[in-house]
């Protein structure tokens, strides 16, 4: 399918609406445009629980500062596979942050994360006006939206120009928008924002996983010429993919992402799912923003309970590395050898 699309680029029955962004490029708005932004470098020949390789340019003047742990997972015997989740933290003019975690999935999964963390961002800058001193509020929904769907279209012409294989290729994204009490969640997939309090130790907001089996993500995909095809284990456990009608691909399980270009025709969108969250800082609110090596078998409420306590009583660092020992833990009960790549970010509201 990629080859198709490649030979239709070429003949001219496909075009893009902009050319790829050059490194170079993201590189200096990074450099010039914003306070301060970070993300994750793709990073040959790591081993279980190394953790990922960043860039840093300005700097992030939060107090207390996120902290992220992005550590590759082990998916088998004497495995050599990259590190398909990542990250970025962007402080801008305006005093907003906007904070990426994406979960990569099939062979270049690794290439549409890296991708994207970047050009979500970028994008916010260049299209939105998130390189001026002062944003208008009312604008943030369209704002994330547009970033979504044009990281979506970059990353499809990042994969002609360089010749990989995104028609089966993707990431889930989460990104969380802050300043002072208010957040605003964008999400395409299984990777999730839990909003909680210290005080309460509850969860007050939590974003919802676009599954396949979900009524509304459902109905989407059948409507657009797509299927979900169920399977039951002997154990009872039930699993939902997404197939293009009549054929046996791609087998997705998740009903929104980046990258896929196979199934974007079929329901599968880039478009995330916005919401605005009110917290109350006089409660110590926070949040956790974390790939599916978090989520798969920790709940939200368990997580935000678990951080509200070790926060008071380890401080913020030795919590983060608390949690992501958890979840490498659970991976160990439930699957053995094999444990997903694992990423989370903690962001203490102030």
């Not at 699309?5 to 050059?22: D, K, M, N, Q």
Request: hydrophobic residues 35%; negative net charge.
């Amino acid at each position: 399918m990629q080859q198709h699309l490649l030979s239709r680029y070429r003949h001219g029955s496909v075009s893009l609406a902009f050319g790829v962004i050059p490194q170079d490029v993201l590189d200096e708005t990074f450099k010039t445009k914003v306070v301060g932004h970070t993300h994750g470098l793709i990073t040959e020949g790591q081993q279980h629980g190394d953790e990922r390789e960043r860039v840093m340019w300005g700097n992030i003047p939060l107090d207390p500062p996120p902290l992220i742990a992005c550590q590759k997972g082990c998916k088998g015997f004497k495995d050599t596979s990259p590190n398909q989740d990542n990250f970025s933290v962007t402080h801008f003019k305006s005093g907003y942050t906007l904070i990426c975690t994406f979960d990569g999935h099939g062979p270049f999964g690794h290439i549409v994360s890296t991708r994207t963390v970047q050009t979500v961002p970028w994008f916010m800058v260049v299209e939105s006006g998130f390189d001026k001193d002062t944003i208008d509020e009312a604008g943030i929904e369209k704002a994330l939206i547009n970033a979504f769907e044009k990281a979506q279209s970059d990353v499809v012409a990042h994969s002609l120009e360089n010749d990989w294989d995104v028609q089966a290729s993707g990431s889930t994204a989460v990104a969380a928008l802050f300043k002072g009490n208010k957040v605003w969640t964008a999400n395409a997939g299984d990777s999730r924002c839990a909003i909680g309090t210290e005080a309460d130790k509850k969860v007050v907001f939590e974003t919802e996983d676009h599954k396949p089996q979900t009524e509304k993500e459902k109905a989407r995909i059948e409507a657009s010429g797509g299927e979900v095809r169920s399977q039951t284990y002997p154990d009872g456990w039930v699993n939902h993919r997404i197939f293009i009608k009549g054929k046996d691909y791609p087998g997705l399980c998740m009903a929104r992402t980046l990258g896929d270009q196979s199934v974007k025709d079929y329901g599968v969108i880039a478009t995330p799912e916005v919401l605005l969250t009110t917290v109350d800082l006089s409660k110590k609110a926070f949040f956790i923003i974390a790939s599916d090596g978090v989520w798969e078998f920790l709940d939200s409420q368990f997580v935000v309970k678990a951080v509200a306590k070790k926060i008071q009583s380890d401080g913020p660092a030795k919590t983060l590395e608390k949690l992501q020992r958890e979840a490498k833990k659970r991976w160990k009960a439930e699957e053995g050898d094999y444990c997903d790549d694992i990423t989370s970010v903690l962001v203490q509201l102030r």
